[in-house]
């Protein structure tokens, strides 16, 4: 539980902090929120797993990685040196989803 929360506040800080250069359109800007929201998606799915059968904590856990970054593009709308992109957040789902679908089919491997 401690990794899952010092990974969400690592996401939340390095997003509202002013960065020069990061903010692209670029597929590397929307590979790193891929990669960065697969992650995070992982440390909710073993949160998560502790309490629920694997189905319910992989949707739990894939709509709680994208809100979170959804909420995060929010607030960078008000953020003078950040703006909200739907592409981040697409990124963020992408991302979750198809780690999650990863972890999800190993676990699933594992236990037979």
Not at 64 to 79: H, R, T
Request: charged share 15%; proline share 4%.
């Amino acid at each position: 539980m401690t990794a899952t929360i010092i990974w969400l506040l690592i996401i939340l800080v390095v997003s509202v902090i002013p960065s020069k250069g990061l903010e692209s359109n670029l597929p590397l800007d929307k590979v790193v929120h891929f990669i960065i929201y697969g992650i995070a998606v992982v440390f909710l799915l073993k949160v998560f797993r502790v309490s629920m059968p694997l189905r319910k904590a992989f949707w739990l856990a894939v709509l709680s990685a994208s809100a979170y970054g959804l909420v995060i593009e929010f607030i960078q709308s008000f953020l003078p040196c950040r703006s909200f992109s739907l592409g981040d957040g697409m990124a963020n789902f992408a991302g979750a989803l198809v780690f999650g679908i990863v972890y999800t089919i190993r676990e699933q491997r594992q236990d037979r």
